[in-house]
């Protein structure tokens, strides 16, 4: 068999903001978790131990946010799961019964049916617990698990040296918690990058992050291998720079794989399009309509109107990832061997994408997945999967520069997360960094009360932190909800605070909170002082 020529790091990046309302016996936005591990968590944990039990060789890397861990292990929120699983299974048999005469729907209720009661067995036989699924994989040595920003805060807009610190140290912490070993790379969030960040990164011992193209493009000095090599920080910790071609075959929306006409399309669903007396006990109590996941049509084509789709065929659409991923596996191969002729050793191809694109956004996603990693594994000899932690154990010896301050999303610097819509926040979250910074150094010796009250502090100004409020801000989706959230968590900030500082803890009130914003529990928050 011919050398492998070059090395393809394909990340995942799942994160999802820490939704968590116990207040309530059911809460609209806590749907965003239940529809993510239905459509993307729990797949991906399909394909994947698919790829084991198969014996194909295989490495990948996904990073599992803070947040999204915390709220997959919450008891509240599994119990929750498990409930919105057997409604899926109750629609299911329901939906067999409605189209029994209609031979094409029926099918497709048939093929639904079938899915959700097979991911309600797999998220029975790993007992609910879907991180120590995706642990057992990195424990077995095929998948590389990384961290990110405690709360996916937005680094280059948090102004207070110790709470950038926090949202990397606290990440880490948690990390080990849940996952028994220290992280060895992150993912920043959104990609954000500014100088000093890499400090951080070498303080809390973590070895490699990622940045989009320019960030590496952009370094000082201008590294000689492009993106398809790290850059060594001064510091030690390697950046890799996300490869504009693989992506491009995939995010695009006009050459991207997701917009084929035969793959199911992602708006047309029956919770909106069958009578409320129907699918109202299927979704939001209150008469919301919601998605389903029951999807009966496919993309058709990109300007055919929602009531134009045509009738979804589950088989063509296998057909065509299988088909898509041959393409995406011979151009990743044409690929490294252009870039090999003018390169000292192989190329590195890093393909980054939010894990939610596959599966939740690109439904065939994950089949398109399983296809790559075995046509990866037994049709060429071109290109391995490999992780970066994997790649600097075997080239150790890279340029050395300074990235470029950067981010991913449209502009690729901040504009989504400092812009006339939420540009507000930041006068508000930089008192509460530097307030913390305060008191963490003045009470070195609290009772037990204080600290339990600092903590909470500290996690409520993570939660105020998150880059998800302003993200939503900027694309006019659920505004008042992130608006809601980032004023209740900087006032419940500044009410410890007070009570802190004045000796007047309310301690039901507290106990509240902690029940409440249940986030790191380990938290320990002497590492804002």
Excluded at 40 to 48: A, D, I, K, N, S
Excluded at 265 to 274: P, T
Aim: aromatic share 12%.
């Amino acid at each position: 068999m011919a050398p492998i020529t070059g090395d393809l790091a394909f990340v995942l990046h799942a994160h999802l903001p820490f939704i968590r309302h116990p207040e309530h016996r059911y809460h609209l936005e806590e749907n965003w978790l239940y529809e993510a591990t239905t459509a993307t968590y729990l797949p991906l944990l399909e394909v994947y131990r698919g790829l084991v039990r198969d014996g194909v060789p295989w490495r990948m890397t996904i990073s599992l946010s803070p947040p999204l861990v915390s709220m997959l292990r919450d008891d509240l929120l599994k119990t929750r799961y498990a409930a919105y699983l057997d409604r899926l299974q109750r629609l299911g048999e329901s939906e067999l019964r409605r189209t029994a005469n209609d031979p094409t729907f029926h099918k497709l209720a048939r093929y639904y049916a079938d899915r959700f009661g097979r991911l309600k067995a797999l998220y029975d036989e790993i007992r609910g617990d879907v991180v120590a699924g995706f642990r057992q994989l990195q424990d077995d040595g095929f998948l590389e698990i990384i961290t990110v920003g405690a709360t996916h805060g937005y680094l280059p807009v948090i102004r207070e040296p110790s709470a950038r610190r926090a949202q990397i140290q606290v990440a880490c912490d948690s990390y080990q918690r849940h996952f028994g070993r220290w992280p060895r790379g992150i993912w920043l969030p959104e990609c954000g990058y500014a100088e000093g960040v890499d400090a951080l990164l070498a303080d809390a011992g973590l070895r490699y992050f990622f940045v989009d193209a320019h960030g590496i493009l952009n370094a000082r000095p201008q590294p000689p291998l492009g993106i398809h090599a790290p850059v060594f920080c001064r510091t030690g910790v390697a950046a890799f720079g996300r490869d504009l071609e693989s992506s491009k075959q995939v995010w695009s929306a006009k050459e991207g794989y997701p917009g084929d006409g035969t793959y199911r399309d992602f708006y047309r669903d029956i919770g909106f399009d069958l009578p409320h007396d129907y699918i109202g006990p299927y979704i939001h109590p209150d008469g919301i309509r919601l998605h389903t996941g029951f999807k009966y049509f496919r993309v058709t084509g990109n300007d055919v109107d929602l009531s134009q789709k045509q009738p979804y065929d589950p088989d063509a659409a296998r057909e065509k990832a299988a088909s898509h991923a041959a393409n995406f596996v011979f151009n990743r191969g044409k690929q490294v061997e252009h870039l090999a002729g003018n390169m000292d050793r192989k190329p590195l191809v890093v393909s980054p994408y939010d894990a939610e694109l596959y599966g939740h956004w690109w439904f065939e996603g994950p089949m398109f997945l399983d296809f790559m990693a075995r046509k990866i594994a037994y049709d060429q000899s071109i290109v391995k999967l490999t992780t970066c932690a994997e790649y600097l154990e075997q080239n150790p010896i890279n340029a050395i520069g300074e990235p470029s301050p950067s981010s991913w999303g449209d502009g690729g610097y901040s504009g989504v997360w400092v812009d006339g819509s939420n540009d507000w926040i930041y006068r508000h979250v930089h008192r509460a960094e530097a307030r913390m910074h305060e008191l963490a150094r003045r009470y070195g010796t609290p009772t037990e009360l204080e600290r339990r009250a600092l903590n909470q502090a500290a996690r409520e100004l993570l939660l105020a932190q998150s880059s998800d409020w302003a993200f939503i801000m900027k694309t006019a989706t659920a505004v008042k909800y992130a608006c809601d959230r980032i004023k209740a968590h900087l006032a419940r900030f500044r009410r410890l605070d007070r009570e802190v500082t004045s000796g007047t803890i309310d301690a039901g009130w507290l106990a509240d909170l902690e029940t409440r914003d249940n986030i790191f529990p380990e938290i320990d928050y002497h590492v804002y002082a």
